[in-house]
């Protein structure tokens, strides 16, 4: 099947259809209105080429070739260009796209835009953005034709050849996939940006001139600009600007004077709120801001395209300039923000942690927490496995050490000695030392200005040892999570062992002395502990941890609260350090129990801290929202007496999309803001507000603005980040309340 409508292809279909097609075919899922079209798939491309005999004599001319020599470069792909344009289009799959331009057209020759759309069939992400040829205002079947032939030849341009070799694309992996798209006739066009491309304020930002746009793309023309603040639904700023003439098309563009007219506003009111309301449709549904181009005709707005916005900055950074200079060696998922320069060990086994010398890049299948004094050296850390709240997002965020997690085979690609730059807020590892302009980093705010909010801003701790400074330097209002997992996992043998050994006592005064770090740290500062929750796997690296069951999918197995009820003397040896620290004075304590799914559980885990002497009416009890079950059925949980719940997103959003979090073959569906975790935060939300239960947020979502700015709307009462992002997180916290009272003023006068 050659061709393959627009409306029947969606982001399930890269593969086959390219990241454009795809893109554009999820659009209209959404019911936006996109202008119609057809795709004529890789797979007809591929066909191609096996018809006219072109496959070996393309790729062994491609597999010879030194791309450093350009003459050579340059001969080589006009060559195979030529044969592309040469060979015979077989006539099912010309019959097939002149049946399709027909019917687009309602049986009239109506102008297109035939763009090509490249896949990678091992990469169905990887971005080709720009590196193969769009031609506009095609007419007439044969030129539709001949039009696709010239867009699968471009996809052995110089550049695009180069191009793959450089980032270890195969050529052979690549195919291309092309579109061919009604072109707008448009009075009126322009970009907008769902988000303010700088801050990522909540600001729609759009530009529009009259007629075609290409008049803004060429910068001959200054448009319009408008500003609409989407929170306050209001239009900010309109700014009118003089457009000399505009462009149309008669016989291919023409440009039309424009005298007086140009002078006019070019969009009414109601034209604008209808743009933000798809760009919001279109920001939800990616869950980025993103930069779209729109159209008018005939009073409907279309939208022919919509990327992700890829120059939001945090502290003023230029990371255009970095993704320009070094060959890029490997990407993953950014989790924690910073640039570092180092040369990379592998870490493999225990025996490696030592090879790790300060400011060398840390590489490792997954970090455990043996290699925490080895992560605290490392400059960088990078590891194939994971999401971004695995253990290596987590401690490294927590270090300030730039990381970047999933990449899949960074142990394999990466040597020993080998000299990187790592940039861990967009997720990439380039080849050699990258010179990049120093920057204002994103640093805890100091202390000397604080700024007050209603809304707590607390902070995230699995680090004993950093709690002192982290307590200094974000002026935090407290731990909202205190993960006790990773200090446990870095003892020197398995819980259960410590037991077993009749060694309980030696095992409550190390996990006391380790939580009193953090306690004292805060105090008088609340300091919210959890009781343990790792997974079986992580228990087994441990001394001592031979014995764990192995399970097939950990993350729905024996951890959390369930193991501890099950396990009870796990619990209990918690309990008594704690009971040893308030004993002490440190009243700044509450209990906060992991994975709840049932009210039972909370009365089970009560009763052993009742019995092991915690005077629940001095400390807060509370437990983690962090599944579906106990989101719906928060109101049974409450019955049981909490003082607080904190959402969990990280493990709200696994368990709510069945999407495993350490898995980076679904990262890319991992979504905290999906509407149905978003719906069961807010259920939680306002039911524990009814119940006077204090509610916050120790998900990775509570380090995220624009969930902050949602949380507090729906009036969280505090929420826990991560270290690096409390003082932004603050400020967020700071404006979003500003913003309610200045709305419930407005409404009383
Ligand atoms: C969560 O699930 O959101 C959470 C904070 O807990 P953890 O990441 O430790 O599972
Ligand atoms: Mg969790």
């Given at each position: 099947m050659p061709v393959l409508w627009l409306s029947d292809v969606g982001k399930n279909d890269i593969s086959i259809v390219?990241?454009?097609?795809?893109?554009?075919g999820e659009l209209l899922r959404l019911e936006i209105p996109v202008p119609d079209g057809f795709v004529v798939d890789a797979r007809t491309f591929r066909d191609f080429i096996n018809r006219a005999n072109l496959r070996?004599?393309?790729?062994?001319?491609?597999?010879?070739?030194?791309?450093?020599?350009?003459?050579?470069?340059?001969?080589?792909?006009?060559?195979?260009?030529?044969?592309?344009?040469?060979?015979e289009m077989p006539e099912e799959i010309g019959k097939e796209i002149k049946k399709a331009y027909k019917k687009l057209g309602n049986g009239k020759e109506v102008y297109v835009a035939v763009r090509s759309s490249a896949t990678a069939e091992d990469l169905p992400d990887a971005s080709f953005a720009g590196q193969q040829d769009t031609y506009l205002n095609v007419k007439g079947e044969e030129e539709v034709v001949k039009k696709v032939k010239e867009c699968w030849g471009s996809l052995f341009t110089?550049?695009?050849?180069?191009?793959?070799?450089?980032?270890?694309?195969?050529?052979?992996?690549?195919?291309?996939?092309?579109?061919v798209q009604k072109m707008v006739n448009s009075e009126k066009s322009g970009v907008m940006f769902t988000s303010h491309p700088v801050t990522g304020e909540k600001k729609c930002i759009i530009e529009a001139v009259f007629g075609l746009g290409e008049a803004i793309v060429?910068?001959?023309?200054?448009?319009?600009?408008?500003?609409?603040?989407?929170?306050?639904?209001?239009?900010?700023?309109?700014?009118?600007?003089?457009?000399?003439?505009?462009?149309?098309?008669?016989?291919?563009?023409?440009r039309v004077e424009l005298g007086e007219k140009g002078k006019e506003r070019v969009l009414s009111d109601d034209e604008i709120v209808k743009l933000v309301d798809l760009g919001e449709v279109i920001e939800d549904h990616y869950g980025k801001p993103q930069d779209v181009e729109w159209a008018i005709e005939g009073g409907q707005v279309y939208i022919v395209q919509s990327r992700p916005i890829t120059t939001i900055k945090e502290a003023g950074e230029e990371r255009a300039e970095l993704e320009e200079a070094g060959k890029i060696l490997l990407k993953g998922l950014g989790a924690s923000p910073g640039i570092a320069v180092g040369e990379v060990k592998i870490v493999g086994?225990?025996?490696?942690?030592?090879?790790?010398?300060?400011?060398?890049?840390?590489?490792?299948?997954?970090?455990?927490?043996?290699m925490v004094p080895a992560m605290k050296k490392a400059s960088a850390i990078v590891t194939d496995e994971g999401g971004l709240t695995c253990h290596a997002a987590i401690?490294?965020?927590?270090?300030?050490?730039?990381?970047?997690?999933?990449?899949?085979?960074?142990?394999?690609?990466l040597k020993d000695g080998m000299l990187v730059t790592v940039d861990g807020e967009k997720g990439i590892v380039y080849l050699g030392k990258l010179e990049v302009a120093k920057k204002e980093e994103a640093k805890p705010v100091s202390v000397s200005a604080p700024l007050i909010t209603a809304t707590e801003v607390k902070v995230n701790i699995s680090l004993p040892d950093a709690a002192e400074k982290v307590a200094r330097e974000t002026n935090a209002d407290g731990v909202g999570l205190f993960r006790i997992e990773h200090m446990i996992l870095s003892l020197e043998k398995h819980p259960m062992k410590y037991i077993k050994d009749g060694e309980i006592e030696k095992y409550i005064d190390l996990i006391y002395n380790e939580m009193k770090k953090v306690v004292k740290?805060?105090?008088?500062?609340?300091?919210?502990?959890?009781?343990?929750?790792?997974?079986?796997?992580?228990?087994?690296a441990m001394k001592g941890g031979e014995d764990e069951p192995i399970e097939a999918n950990p993350m729905l197995g024996f951890r959390g609260i369930r193991r501890d009820l099950a396990e009870e003397m796990h619990l209990r040896a918690e309990m008594r350090a704690i009971k040893r620290l308030i004993d002490e004075g440190y009243t700044n304590i509450g209990i906060m129990l992991p994975l709840i799914v049932s009210p039972e559980e909370i009365r089970r885990a009560k009763r052993v801290a009742i019995e092991e002497g915690i005077p629940l009416d001095r400390i807060d009890f509370g437990i983690m929202v962090e599944t579906p079950a106990a989101a719906l059925i928060i109101e049974d949980l409450i019955k049981e007496g909490i003082d607080f719940i904190s959402l969990g997103t990280n493990d709200l959003t696994q368990y709510t999309l069945a999407v495993d979090r350490n898995n980076e073959n679904v990262a890319y569906l991992y979504d905290e803001t999906h509407p149905a975790v978003m719906k069961l935060i807010e259920r939680t939300i306002k039911i524990c507000k009814e119940h006077g239960v204090k509610t916050s947020i120790c998900g990775q979502a509570g380090s995220y603005p624009h969930v902050v700015e949602k949380l507090v709307e729906m009036g969280i009462d505090s929420v826990s980040a991560n270290p690096d992002i409390v003082h932004r997180i603050r400020e967020v916290v700071a404006r979003a309340e500003r913003k309610i009272i200045l709305e419930k003023l407005r409404k009383l006068q």
């Open positions: 390219g990241g454009k097609a795809a893109n554009l070996s004599k393309i790729y062994s001319l491609l597999q010879n070739l030194d791309v450093e020599k350009t003459e050579e470069l340059n001969r080589v792909s006009e060559e195979i260009r030529k044969m592309i344009r040469e060979a110089p550049r695009a050849i180069y191009y793959r070799v450089q980032k270890g694309f195969k050529h052979e992996n690549v195919s291309i996939a092309v579109v060429s910068g001959l023309v200054t448009p319009d600009t408008y500003v609409y603040d989407r929170l306050s639904k209001k239009l900010l700023e309109v700014k009118i600007a003089e457009k000399k003439f505009m462009i149309t098309r008669k016989n291919g563009n023409e086994s225990e025996r490696d942690i030592s090879k790790v010398k300060d400011g060398d890049v840390l590489v490792a299948v997954m970090t455990t927490p043996d401690v490294s965020r927590e270090l300030g050490v730039p990381a970047v997690v999933g990449t899949k085979n960074a142990t394999k690609l740290a805060f105090y008088p500062r609340p300091v919210w502990i959890r009781t343990i929750d790792a997974p079986t796997d992580e228990f087994r």
